[in-house]
């Protein structure tokens, strides 16, 4: 990925991100914002949400990464979502 990532964005963040992130411990995750603060030229601090298998949002964190190793994540990677429909109510 070269562009920066736009919040709303789904990545894949893994060794390529950056080396704490190898193996077991790459994740998903969900881009709330990006920060403007000076970094290391190719490096990027981003705030979002890790996300579990299901899509769920499981924690909240600040990562610093190499742009040029960021991914987009697959359509793939998550179920669809199932929107939520208000339960009815019986008046009786």
């Known amino acids: 990925m070269t562009a920066r990532p736009c919040p709303g964005d789904l990545l894949l963040i893994d060794s390529r991100a950056s080396v704490q992130f190898a193996g077991n ?15 290391y030229h190719g490096w990027i601090w981003l705030t979002g949400y890790v996300l579990d298998r299901r899509g769920e949002a499981i924690d909240k964190r600040e990562i610093y990464v190499q742009l040029a190793g960021l991914r987009p994540a697959a359509s793939q990677t998550l179920p669809p979502r199932r929107s939520r429909q208000p339960t009815a109510t019986r008046s009786g």
Do not use: N
Not at 29 to 38: K, L
């Open 25 to 39: 411990r790459a994740l998903l995750f969900r881009v709330v914002s990006v920060s403007d603060r000076p970094t």
